[in-house]
């Protein structure tokens, strides 16, 4: 990933997980902060059908909840999230019927010694592409997906994202090679539990638009 230069005095924190083949509700665990807790829920699909002549029109949708508890410095912050998303598919051809609604992808809601929430919107304009908003009363920041790789010549998929206040990136979040998150040396204590729990709930989150597609395909298989 490559990463903003307002970050270059940022020492980047690798992320751990207990285990090599990555489990949904394998601990996290970067820099000072770990996950004390994760519980990952069942997810959801739901589809029916319009029967257009020989053919059918499919609406789909998915989605799935978890929930994680942070070991930060001045306590537990717990999140409870949900992934969400919705389709309509005909033959060969689908459309990702969430991001014109503008239904959040992911939302959640924080709790405990910090309490906020942060949710992000796809772009239906621009593809892989996600932006949305965080929240913790005083603290507000913006959140942008990145498909930036060092040495890449184009934009490909997205492969982690930026915390930015105003246009300042003051964190950011690789979700490849393992995973790494960076914050400002200029982020108070708070602050940085802050970005540690948005950055948790971004390294557990899993795309509900890849899910339905991945549903669908085994569908067909079958």
Same mark, same amino acid.
């Given at each position: 990933?490559?990463?903003?230069?307002?970050?270059?005095?940022?020492q980047?924190?690798?992320?751990?997980?207990?285990?090599s083949?990555?489990?949904?509700?394998?601990?996290?665990?970067f820099?000072?902060?770990?996950?004390t807790?994760?519980?990952?829920?069942? @997810?959801?699909?739901?589809? +029916?059908? /319009?029967?257009? %002549?020989? #053919?059918?029109? &499919?609406? $789909?949708?998915? !989605?799935? =909840?978890?929930?994680?508890?942070?070991?930060?410095?001045?306590?537990?912050?717990?999140?409870?999230?949900?992934?969400?998303?919705?389709?309509?598919?005909?033959?060969?051809?689908?459309?990702d019927?969430?991001?014109?609604? @503008?239904?959040?992808?992911? +939302?959640? /809601?924080?709790? %405990?010694? #910090?309490?906020? &929430?942060m $949710?992000?919107? !796809?772009? =239906?304009?621009?593809?892989?592409?996600?932006?949305?908003?965080?929240?913790?009363?005083?603290?507000?920041?913006?959140?942008?997906?990145?498909?930036?790789?060092?040495?890449?010549?184009?934009?490909?998929?997205?492969?982690?994202?930026?915390i930015?206040?105003?246009?300042?990136?003051?964190?950011?979040?690789?979700?490849?090679?393992?995973?790494?998150?960076?914050?400002?040396?200029?982020?108070?204590?708070?602050?940085?539990?802050?970005?540690?729990?948005?950055?948790?709930?971004?390294l557990?989150?899993?795309?509900?638009?890849?899910?339905?597609?991945?549903?669908?395909?085994?569908?067909?298989?079958?």
């Amino acid at each position: 990933m490559q990463v903003s230069r307002d970050l270059a005095d940022a020492q980047p924190f690798a992320v751990e997980r207990t285990s090599s083949w990555r489990k949904p509700e394998d601990p996290l665990t970067f820099g000072q902060w770990h996950t004390t807790g994760i519980d990952v829920g069942w @997810g959801k699909f739901r589809s +029916h059908a /319009a029967p257009i %002549g020989k #053919a059918a029109l &499919e609406f $789909e949708s998915y !989605e799935k =909840p978890f929930h994680f508890d942070l070991d930060a410095s001045d306590g537990v912050i717990s999140a409870e999230c949900i992934a969400r998303a919705e389709a309509v598919a005909y033959k060969d051809w689908s459309l990702d019927s969430g991001a014109l609604k @503008g239904i959040p992808p992911l +939302h959640c /809601a924080y709790y %405990g010694a #910090a309490e906020g &929430e942060m $949710e992000f919107f !796809e772009m =239906p304009t621009l593809a892989s592409s996600e932006e949305g908003k965080i929240d913790f009363g005083v603290t507000r920041w913006d959140l942008q997906s990145v498909n930036r790789i060092e040495g890449s010549r184009g934009p490909g998929s997205i492969v982690g994202y930026e915390i930015r206040l105003d246009n300042e990136v003051i964190a950011a979040v690789e979700l490849i090679n393992g995973g790494r998150v960076w914050m400002s040396p200029d982020l108070t204590s708070l602050e940085q539990d802050r970005v540690a729990s948005v950055a948790m709930a971004l390294l557990l989150y899993e795309s509900p638009q890849n899910q339905i597609e991945s549903l669908r395909e085994i569908e067909r298989d079958d």
